[in-house]
């Protein structure tokens, strides 16, 4: 006897009490197309009907999501060393400008918080500008790779049909602040910079006329065991600034994380014996 429909089920937990999804269909391959976690372990199973009734769930199977840059592998789990999210005053951080008014401050952003009610806020100032924003000291782990910096930005800031007239970077610092050094776009796991920034002597940075909320993840594995404060600088030329008003540069949810021995993933199987394999994929935005 064949099944006419199919039921699938895919959970978070090999009893399916988190059922993520739950779908019938009368085709025999289906594609997820329900967002799901990243470099997440996945169960699931599936069971047959036809007018004679239900059949029994199969046996119960497993898949893994991709991980993403700045995602702790399995068999690991994430170490916080630091974390803001702006809601508190942002104890510890402070900002200046060596060129042009200081714009810096806690607002309720653009468009909206990537979360809670606020940002640190730049704007694209309409003259000359040199922006900064600095961490307080973080100790960074000697082990734990991958490393990282992770902060959601939104810009909207001035670019050129190729380059960028004013833009952002990011810079670290070892010294307490002493001396600060660049970080360039081979630290950038994602979110690379766009190109030369007229107003930062032409420094690879970050433009855009908008650019929606975006999660930039920041390699610092070279940076293991020190402690270090970020800088995150807006610079801007002698120009407009964006049309219809200097909008900027909005920051939320600054992030470090580490990597730590963790709960130990299952290994793949999509309960195949022989034949084609069926490739179960989601994203996750």
């Known amino acids: 006897v064949q ?52 059949g029994s769930w199969s046996a119960v199977w497993t898949f893994v999501t991709e991980s993403l840059p700045g995602d702790c592998g399995l068999g690991t789990a994430p170490a916080i060393h ?28 653009i468009t909206g918080s ?16 040199d922006q900064r924003l600095v961490s307080p000291a973080i100790a960074l782990p000697a082990e734990g790779m991958p490393i990282t910096l992770q902060f959601w930005n ?13 833009g952002a970077v990011v810079e670290i610092s070892t010294d307490g602040g002493n001396n600060w050094t660049y970080l360039p776009t ?13 107003g930062l002597s032409d420094l690879n940075g970050w433009c855009g006329d908008p650019q929606n909320w975006l999660k930039s993840v920041v390699d610092l594995d070279a940076y293991a ?22 909008l900027g540069w909005d920051l939320d949810d600054v ?14 199987t999509d309960g195949f014996e022989t034949g084609d394999l069926t490739v179960w994929s989601g994203s996750n935005p």
Not at 8 to 33: G, K, M, N, P, R
């Open 255 to 268: 992030k470090v994380q580490s990597c730590t021995e963790g709960v130990i993933g299952l290994p793949f």
């Open 186 to 198: 081979v630290h950038m796991l994602t979110d690379p910079y766009d190109g030369p920034v007229y």
């Open 225 to 246: 065991g020190e402690t270090a404060q970020f800088r995150f600088r807006m610079g801007t030329d002698g120009s407009v600034g964006v049309p219809e008003g200097h």
């Open 3 to 54: 099944g006419s429909t199919y039921r699938l089920q895919v959970a978070t937990d090999a009893a399916f009490s988190e059922v993520v999804l739950d779908v019938s269909s009368a085709d025999t391959i289906y594609t997820i197309e329900t967002d799901l976690e990243t470099n997440t372990v996945y169960f699931w199973r599936v069971g047959s009907s036809n007018p004679c009734g239900d």
């Open 114 to 129: 990537h979360s809670g009610s606020y940002v640190y806020h730049v704007d694209d100032y309409d003259s000359y500008s």
């Open 154 to 166: 939104y810009q909207s800031i001035e670019d050129s049909s190729s380059d960028c007239w004013d």
């Open 82 to 109: 630091f974390f803001d999210d702006f809601e508190s005053g942002a104890p510890g951080w402070s900002h200046n400008s060596v060129t042009g008014p200081d714009t810096w401050e806690l607002n309720g952003g």
